[in-house]
């Protein structure tokens, strides 16, 4: 499939898991691709960017820009986690986090406008999380995190459909990823955490970052050409399925 080819691609967040399958993807399926990230790696065009400086992040979208010849698509994908209860974090660790989650997007966004304006398919792709819409324990600041990147998304595709500009979100449940085995390893018992995660997930199994990647990739792309304001859930049922006890 070359449904992306011609276009350019910028991925935050693009080193590793869910961004770097969404990178290998989008190249696969013709997109030129720059990879934003602290530690962007030589798969693609890597540029060192802390979604968190916006001086950092103008350069370096600047610099995709230059390299790739425009911006089609941007995937919005950088972000950290937080565990814990409302009690459990202090207000620094709350901007900090809201700061990466939330104005990051904002700061990559602004800088990347003038070049999607610009572009005759423009598409914009957050990472949102099955978290801005079900309730998950342990996980107040990132699920407040997530629900105000879902409101973000459905406020900028109001903003930008009569520019020609589209934006959507995906929507994973616990995926299968870098940053999930860190917490996994931080468990006492990292089997039986696991198990339970998956066990929370009606398909009884983990997303994988592939399967986020192809949600992503399909948004992005000409074929969703009509599809803008849309959380799309990649959460193997979480969101939707009430099942019954298994006898």
Same mark, same amino acid.
């Given at each position: 499939?070359?449904?992306?080819?011609?276009?350019?691609?910028?991925?935050?967040?693009?080193?590793?898991?869910?961004?770097?399958?969404?990178?290998?993807?989008?190249?696969?399926?013709?997109?030129?691709?720059?990879?934003?990230?602290?530690?962007?790696?030589?798969?693609?065009?890597?540029?060192?960017?802390?979604?968190?400086?916006?001086?950092?992040?103008?350069?370096?979208?600047? &610099? +995709?820009?230059?390299?790739?010849? $425009? *911006?089609?698509?941007?995937?919005? /994908?950088? !972000?950290?986690?937080?565990?814990?209860? @409302?009690?459990?974090?202090?207000?620094?660790?709350?901007?900090?986090?809201?700061?990466?989650?939330?104005?990051?997007?904002?700061?990559?966004?602004?800088?990347?406008?003038?070049?999607?304006?610009?572009?005759?398919?423009?598409?914009?792709?957050?990472?949102?999380?099955?978290?801005?819409?079900?309730?998950?324990?342990?996980?107040?600041?990132?699920?407040?995190?997530?629900?105000?990147?879902?409101?973000?998304?459905?406020?900028? &595709? +109001?903003?930008?459909?009569?520019? $020609? *500009?589209?934006?959507?979100?995906? /929507?994973? !449940?616990?995926?299968?990823?870098?940053? @999930?085995?860190?917490?996994?390893?931080?468990?006492?018992?990292?089997?039986?955490?696991?198990?339970?995660?998956?066990?929370?997930?009606?398909?009884?199994?983990?997303?994988?970052?592939?399967?986020?990647?192809?949600?992503?990739?399909?948004?992005?792309?000409?074929?969703?050409?009509?599809?803008?304001?849309?959380?799309?859930?990649?959460?193997?049922?979480?969101?939707?399925?009430?099942?019954?006890?298994?006898?």
């Amino acid at each position: 499939m070359a449904e992306l080819s011609g276009l350019a691609a910028v991925v935050t967040g693009g080193g590793s898991g869910i961004g770097q399958a969404t990178a290998r993807l989008l190249t696969q399926r013709g997109a030129q691709v720059a990879v934003l990230d602290l530690r962007p790696g030589d798969d693609f065009t890597g540029l060192s960017a802390d979604v968190c400086d916006d001086a950092s992040v103008r350069r370096a979208i600047a &610099a +995709a820009a230059e390299a790739l010849g $425009g *911006i089609d698509i941007l995937v919005n /994908n950088a !972000g950290v986690g937080a565990a814990g209860t @409302v009690a459990d974090n202090p207000d620094d660790e709350w901007h900090r986090v809201f700061d990466v989650n939330v104005v990051g997007m904002v700061r990559v966004t602004r800088a990347a406008l003038p070049y999607l304006r610009a572009s005759a398919h423009a598409a914009i792709v957050n990472t949102c999380s099955i978290a801005a819409t079900a309730g998950l324990p342990q996980r107040a600041l990132y699920s407040a995190t997530k629900g105000a990147v879902l409101s973000l998304t459905l406020a900028m &595709a +109001a903003d930008h459909v009569h520019e $020609g *500009i589209r934006v959507n979100c995906v /929507n994973p !449940g616990t995926a299968d990823t870098p940053w @999930v085995g860190r917490l996994l390893d931080q468990a006492d018992d990292p089997a039986a955490e696991r198990a339970a995660l998956e066990a929370r997930q009606p398909m009884g199994r983990l997303v994988s970052a592939q399967e986020v990647a192809a949600g992503i990739a399909y948004l992005a792309s000409p074929l969703a050409a009509s599809v803008t304001g849309t959380a799309l859930a990649i959460d193997g049922g979480m969101a939707g399925l009430r099942l019954r006890p298994r006898s």
